[in-house]
Each structure stands twice: as structure tokens, then as C-alpha cells.
């Protein structure tokens, strides 16, 4: 009977196949979600209301979509109106994007605008300017404020990445899958599953923990 450490080694180079296309898509949606998401929350408060009330709205909106129901109209209908084909590797990166942009610029958003008025008081009258300000002061803060939470999207972000193996990307899940097809040992399969995303993200997890308690009382 196989085991889980005999799966892995008689379908390693299948499950590094999956593993590959699994962090290739995290590292993209993370990117491209943290940086834009980031200067739209932080666009949305300074610079431009308007932009703020339209990313509150498109949150609110995407807040009431399935993920799995987004990520399959973007692949099948939207496509069809275009009438252009993509492949699902990148639709699930546009998806989880979008998604991933919004959920951060509200939480870059919501920070900036709950940042403390009498901080930036006090170190006007201990002579800061504009730029010290924002750098000393206001963006340590605010980064201590929303990183655990940013973390804790990131995560949901790889997860949400099993979708794609839906859409015929062979991604980790859809690899596990078609091994468990083959020899149908599914505690062991499902097993090695979990165990490679608890090696990747139980230590991202637990530095966001880390950080929430570590800064908790600060205000």
C-alpha cells in the first residue's frame, strides 16, 4: 500500500509541476494586489474622494460574489462578449487580483483614515515637516496596523488559487486530483496536499499572528 511519503516520491515531479504554477500564480496575485491595491487605498483618502466612494462601492459589490462564480464568468461569458480566449492560468490571475486589490485598498483606506489627528499635532509642534511626518511617523504606524491583516488576505489569496484547477489549470489541487484518479488513496493524497500548504503558509500565518499580538496595544 502506498503512504503519503511513498505518493510524494513516486508523483514528485507531478506535484512540483502543480507546486510551480501554484506559487507562480501567489507570487503575481500577491504583486500586483498588494502594490496596486496600496496606492488605491492610499488615492482614495489623500488625493481623490471620488476614488475612494468607487473603491467602497466595487469592495461592497465583489464583497456579494462567490469567488468561484467571478473567477468562472471571467473565464466563459466575459470571454464570450470579447470573444477572445484566455487561458485559465491567467484568468485566475486576473480574478484573484482584482479581488486581491480591493480587499487591500480598504484596509490601506480604512488606516489611513482612522490614523490618529493628535499625533500628527504633536509632531508639528515639535517642529516635523510634511515629509517627516509621513515618514516617521505615519507610515511605521499604519504599517504595523494593516500588515497582519494584509498577511492574512495574502493567505486567503493562495488558497483561493485551488479554484483554478476548476477551469483546467494544473495548479496543486488539480494535480492531487489526477493522482488520486489513478490510484484512489484519498486520505493519502489529500494528506500530501495539506501538508504542502501547511509547510508554505503556517509560518506566514504565524508571523501575521505574531505581528497582530506584538502590536495590539499600540494606538
Not at 507562480?24 to 474622494?49: A, C, E, F, H, P
Not at 493519502?188 to 504542502?196: D, G, N, W
Amino acid at each position: 500500500m502506498l503512504n503519503t511519503i511513498e505518493i510524494i516520491i513516486k508523483y514528485r515531479e507531478d506535484f512540483l509541476i502543480g507546486l510551480s504554477v501554484t506559487i507562480q500564480m501567489t507570487i503575481i496575485i500577491w504583486i500586483v494586489g498588494v502594490t496596486i491595491g496600496s496606492i488605491l487605498g492610499i488615492l482614495g483618502t489623500k488625493y481623490s474622494r471620488s476614488i475612494g466612494l468607487l473603491s467602497k462601492i466595487v469592495s461592497f459589490l465583489l464583497g456579494g460574489i462567490p469567488v468561484l462564480v467571478f473567477l468562472y464568468w471571467l473565464h466563459y461569458p466575459f470571454q464570450n462578449i470579447l470573444n477572445i480566449q484566455i487561458d485559465g492560468f491567467y484568468t485566475t490571475i486576473l480574478t484573484l487580483s482584482i479581488l486581491n486589490i480591493f480587499l487591500v485598498a480598504e484596509q490601506v483606506r480604512n488606516a489611513v483614515e482612522q490614523f490618529p489627528r493628535d499625533y500628527i499635532d504633536s509632531a508639528e509642534v515639535c517642529g516635523f515637516n510634511s515629509n517627516e511626518i509621513i515618514r516617521k511617523i505615519q507610515f511605521p504606524y499604519i504599517l504595523r496596523q494593516i500588515l497582519p491583516a494584509i498577511i492574512f488576505i495574502q493567505v486567503v489569496m493562495m488558497h483561493s488559487t485551488l479554484f483554478a484547477s476548476l477551469i483546467s489549470v494544473d495548479e496543486l489541487f488539480r494535480i492531487a486530483s489526477r493522482v488520486n484518479s489513478e490510484i484512489y488513496k484519498p486520505v493519502e493524497v489529500y494528506s500530501t496536499l495539506a501538508i504542502f500548504f501547511l509547510l508554505i503558509t503556517l509560518p506566514i500565518t504565524g508571523f501575521a499572528y505574531w505581528l497582530r499580538k506584538r502590536y495590539a496595544f499600540i494606538k
